[in-house]
């Protein structure tokens, strides 16, 4: 099976208990609809390492989803700040807020379900950091001169890294910076202004050799995201 349709049935997977069906419907519709770049780069990096350790295909495709599932609802809540759904002019059409409302909490179970299913990974706390990097960001964005770019497009830099830990530590490793640094970097390249490139074009077969390669380079991590702000 192809890793952007088994990471997306695994994200779908996720979200089919979630009720009223109107919200469901809002989920699955995002889901079909958006670029699976950040999973398929999980199950990538969780086979970059020549370890010789069998990766469970099921339990590492839920994890990817994971990882799917903080990023939509993350660049959703982006996309509702930054464009406020509730301005209207007809006062009398309460469509457009039912919509935006049920787009708000559609990020909410989104982040919410990701977290779920990365609670007991060695990338839990990573993702914590992610989504309070985002805060950090979004805040710091509404203050004068920032580079409302750079800010914005850390969201995706983040997640990719994200990805990365959550593949390479379901294959028992631990992610050098210099990848996490390559990827953060190829996560800007690939952000077409907050809609990634699909996965079969980010992640090429140059990308996917440069990932393997860096991955067998060890040492400890030092960048804009901590492995875990609750370790000690």
Do not use: K
């Amino acid at each position: 099976m192809d890793d952007a349709v088994r990471v997306r049935d695994a994200a779908h997977e996720a979200v089919d208990d979630i009720e009223p069906d109107r919200l469901r419907e809002v989920l699955f519709d995002r889901l079909s609809s958006a670029p699976m770049t950040p999973a398929v780069l999980a199950l990538v990096s969780a086979r970059a390492p020549e370890t010789g350790v069998e990766t469970d295909t099921d339990g590492l495709a839920e994890r990817a989803a994971g990882v799917q599932l903080i990023y939509e609802g993350l660049r959703l809540t982006r996309s509702l700040a930054h464009n406020e759904p509730w301005t209207r002019t007809d006062e009398s059409d309460l469509s457009g807020d039912i919509d935006a409302d049920l787009d708000v909490l559609a990020a909410d179970v989104l982040v919410s379900r990701g977290f779920y299913l990365l609670a007991r990974t060695d990338a839990a706390g990573r993702a914590v950091d992610v989504v309070r990097a985002f805060g950090r960001d979004q805040t710091l964005r509404q203050g004068e001169g920032a580079d409302v770019d750079v800010l914005d497009r850390n969201l995706e830099a983040d997640v990719f890294a994200l990805a990365v830990v959550t593949g390479l530590t379901a294959a028992g490793e631990t992610p050098p910076p210099a990848l996490l640094d390559y990827v953060s970097e190829l996560a800007r390249e690939c952000d077409l202004g907050g809609e990634l490139q699909p996965a079969d074009v980010a992640l090429s077969e140059s990308a996917i050799e440069r990932i393997a390669s860096l991955s067998a380079v060890g040492g400890g991590s030092d960048d804009r995201v901590p492995s875990s702000a609750t370790d000690s």
